[in-house]
């Protein structure tokens, strides 16, 4: 006879399905306790550790030792290679058996000499399917290796996720053993699981809910563990609450498979290849599993490792791409920070990864997948759709801590207008797990029902890597089409985007950058980091100028395609967006720092092997090739070299012309002024420029040093604070009525918990202006082609600094050459510029252009913006008049109210504990300005502080007549990139990247001295625009260009004459 219908309560009644299914509580008798039943150890475990990554090869050679269960092994960063011999009992025929391993380290399976899959405790994957069902044939003996590396799925931070690695962590494996797997409770469940998760999710009021619940506990009365024969149905209750089907309005949830691998950050990138294999392997064994599982994998870096390391994997993994369920996304090398980057580096991103993806896996990727990275550039969206780019996602504004961005899908607007179509994942997150919590928050968090009713469900173990498991996938076939959900499809990328397209003529706009409020201290974190990244970006577009040059002037010359590519892979390495914020451990800072060395290192002898090849068959005596990179002309002082390796200060002039890009010659190695041409133009040595007479030495009155080169006046107090900057030839002073600028200000830095990343809006409250002794102001040069005045100032009784304010002739701003001894702990130096100068708005360069900011807090987006990132410039202007303040490898600013503020160094610990500890030094520099920025020249002096005019020994000869390659008929645009275009290295072709710099329509000449055949416009990938040819008349060619417009062309070589 049934049972009576009882009452039910709410929270006992749920309460007792969760204890069915938990894993703590009442595992004796409940349902998870029968998940496995019958067990045995494995026949035989033995280890080998080493502190290297070996392959596997080379690992199972090694002396393996007898372990067991509970064997602690270490440090840190090491590896424990374990050996596992398995016997399967003869009673286990017909069943499921897996090998459950259990350990705080992460591993990987290897299986008849291949990666089979990953174990880690923290990615719930911690039991490896030997087979399905025991066959009477099958064999009963195997042996596997399992490859345990010292570290966690995070790291080994020392206390918490973020801290320092702990170098002494020890790691263990707590389970190793053989186990039958019973499919049936496991299923039971996963419904269960879902079912709580309805009722939870859906509340006490909703009559799903309790549809929900009843079913669940209904399941419970009728499943005794011990009875299988029970289970079909339990299983059955469930089959029919999810076969009740939903309405047509639902909205859609496209899950796809996702494992967010960070290329370097707790871990070092040589980890991170490991944690590609284990987390890669994985999914391709549940592809194999779940044929309409689809896997979304961005970072052709990764990749490129993968096949290298891995090649076996990497094959299975471009099968699993031709049968459409490996998916690459996002086009670029790696996913790159979204801010610090330069305009060329963010394409060369692009560029190395879309031919990456194409000559890989045979397309281009379709959707720029950037999920995690600290703020978007509003120069982005053009970049994207220069690169055959117009679908946009990521997830980092729901970081925001001050304001809720108010969309998940609308158009992103760029710099110069051009939109992509941008979607949020509605859960906030690109690691979900497959929840119902999950599933709903995806839809009542949406910000825009109504404009489109589908959207992205990231799903799998990230950040560490990881990635989907079974389970979830389980979970979200279980809830595909089920009444009181949203309807869950196993989906991609595309199949995602193009419902979306459908819908995009309901969506809003949003206009310009995208903002982080948080993670604003990674504009300064390791300035070492910033200013490689300066110097290498320089560096790489100082030797593909000179390359292409030597190109067209050298017929034996080749151009160094493989070098500079492998130079650039390693600078766009580093721009991982937790490397160049300076947000990773200590030992990936020492990786980075050793790649821009290779840079530099690599990068100077490619400058020299072009310099060399430019001087070939030249008369005369050995000099100084003298060559300006940047496409205006330049009169500049430059310390030049004598022997013995002292230097003299040289006046380097441009001959008047229109020379844009030129080399000039020194024919002697140490004259005393040189005129040189802009960057691409040849000319022997001369007088140094009449126009600029010399400048008197600087006067010392009361402890304070006044500096005048006809154009700014400049007074230092006796503490070398900036007293009084004048434009001489108006008289306007810059600096504020009573105000003092070059004002070091230290700050308290104590983020909420981010340490690396964050720097808080009430770090503002303990502002302590650092105040100098009087009398440390001293002369440096005196007068001629350069004065100059330091002084040394104590920071702390820890640290100190030294400048040297220097004014040079003809130059239309004063640079400020500091060094800094720093040893402190969160704290923030800045250097503050109050200005004569009032305006609402300031302006800070970006990636090919620029953008304002308010200097005021009105609203909270206001306020929310109280650090900002800029790149070489800003500057604060009214009507007529403007100040200036460039640098040449800082990113954090601000500008508040009349205050321009430059931010220097910070001091957090953790996840590097030496952060920023050490020497630094660096430039910045002043520039009053009469009329507006674009007018005065803001734009090109910043461009000069950056890139310095080259003086390179030439072995040979140096050309005896100047040569220019290129010239602009308005300063409105700048020629940014001349290098060989990337199809055939073989090939005379260049590619010259332009961009419109003021933020004005323009038509703009360019003018060449090169032997050019063909002219044609191109895309960013370099790929011919079909109706792009360009008419060459008189060596000139007409561009037209719309505000902040980057333009490409394909400059085709006649061949060499014989």
Known sequence: MAAAPALKHWRTTLERVEKFVSPLYFTDCNLRGRLYRDSCPVAALSSFLTPERLPYQQAVQQDFRPAQVGDRFGPTWWTSWFRVELTIPEAWVGQEVHLRWESNGEGL???????????????????????????????????????????GLLGAGKGSMIAAPDPEKMFQVSRAELAVFHRDVYKLLVDLELLLGIAKGLGEDNQRSFQALYTANQMVNMCDPAQPETFPVAQALASRFFGQRGGESQHTIHAIGHCHIDTAWLWPFKETVRKCARSWVTAVQLMERNPSFIFACSQAQQLEWVKNHYPGLYTRLQECACRGQFVPVGGTWVEMDGNLPSGEAMVRQFLQGQS??????????????????????????????????????????????????????????????????????????????????EVLKTVTNNRDKGRTNHSAFLF?????????????????????????????????????????????????????????????????????????????????????????????????????????????????????????????????VEDAMSHYEDIRSHGNGLLSAAAAALCAGEPGPEGLLIVNTLPWKRTEVLALPRPGGAHTLGLISSA???????LCSCSCPHFPAAPAAPAACVRSARAPADSFSRLPSPTKTDGSVTLDNGILRVRLDPTGRLTSLVLVASGREAIAEGATGNQFVLFDDVPLYWDAWDVMDYHLETRKPVLGQPGTLAVGTEGGLRGSAWFLLQLSPNSRLSQEVVLDVGCPYVRFHTEVHWQE????????????????????????????????????????????????????????????????????????????????????????????????????????????????????????????????????????????????????????????????????????????????????????????????????????????????????????????????????LQPPLD
């Not at 199949?495 to 950058?513: K, N």
């Not at 020249?937 to 220019?964: K, T």
Request: glycine letters at 8%; one cysteine or more; a negative charge.
């Open 356 to 437: 990456f993806f194409l000559q890989e896996f045979g397309k281009m990727c379709s959707e720029f997948w950037l999920p995690d990275t600290f703020g978007y550039s509003a120069q982005l969206p053009q970049i994207m759709r220069g690169c055959g780019i117009r679908r946009f996602l990521t997830q980092k504004l729901s970081w925001n801590l001050v304001n809720t961005f108010p969309h998940h899908t609308f158009l992103w607007e760029g710099l110069d207008g051009s939109r992509v179509l941008a979607h949020f994942p509605p859960g906030d997150s690109y690691g979900m797990q497959g929840s119902v919590e």
């Open 460 to 588: 799998g173990f990230g950040d560490g890597g990881g990635g989907p498991t079974q389970t979830m996938l389980d979970r979200l076939k279980r809830l595909c089409n089920t009444d009181g959900l949203p309807r869950v499809q196993l989906s991609s990328p595309e199949r995602l985007f193009s419902e979306l397209e459908s819908d995009q003529g309901q969506l809003c706009t949003w206009v310009g950058e995208l903002f982080l409020e948080l993670h604003n201290g990674t504009y300064t974190t390791h300035a070492q980091i910033k200013k490689g990244n300066r110097e290498c970006e320089r560096i790489l577009h100082d030797a593909e100028l000179l390359s292409s040059l030597a190109l067209v002037r050298c017929t034996q010359f080749l151009y160094p395609a493989v070098q500079l590519q492998y130079l650039w892979r390693l600078l766009l390495l580093n721009q991982f967006h937790d490397v160049v914020p300076g947000s990773c451990i200590q030992a990936v």
């Open 656 to 662: 008047g012309d229109s020379a844009q890009h030129g």
């Open 109 to 151: 399976v290897w299986r008849d000499g291949e990666p089979v899959q990953g174990l880690t405790t923290e990615g719930e994957k911690t039991s490896y399917v030997l087979t399905d069902r025991l066959g009477e044939g099958d064999p009963r003996n195997l042996t596997l290796y399992v490859e345990v590396a010292c570290n």
């Open 825 to 1052: 702990t969160h704290k923030f130096l800045k250097v503050e510029f109050p200005a004569r100068v009032r305006s609402p708005q300031a302006t800070y360069e970006i990636q090919f252009g620029h953008l304002q900011r308010p200097t005021h807090y009105n609203t909270s987006w206001d306020w929310a913006r109280f650090e900002v990132w800029a790149h070489r410039w800003m500057d604060l202007s009214e009507c007529g008049f403007g100040l200036a303040l460039l640098n040449d490898c800082k990113y954090g600013a601000s500008v508040h109210g009349n205050v321009l503020s430059l931010s220097l160094l910070r001091a957090p610990k953790a996840p590097d504990a030496t952060a920023d500890m050490g020497r630094h030094e660096f430039t910045y520099a002043l520039m009053p300005h009469k009329g507006s920025f674009q007018d005065a020249g803001v734009i090109r002096a910043a461009y000069s502080l950056n890139f310095p005019l080259l003086a390179l020994p030439a072995p040979g000869p140096a050309p005896a007549a100047s040569w220019s390659a290129f010239s602009l008929s308005t300063p409105a645009v700048v020629l940014e990139t001349v290098k060989q275009a990337e199809a055939n290295p073989l090939s005379r072709t260049l590619v010259l990247r332009l961009y419109e710099a003021h933020g004005s329509h323009v038509d703009c000449w360019l003018h060449t001295s090169l032997p050019v055949q063909e002219a044609v416009l191109c895309d960013l990938l370099e790929k011919r625009d079909p109706a792009g040819h360009l008419p060459l008349r008189d060596n000139r060619l007409k561009l037209t260009f719309s505000p902040f417009q980057v333009r490409s062309l394909l400059l085709v």
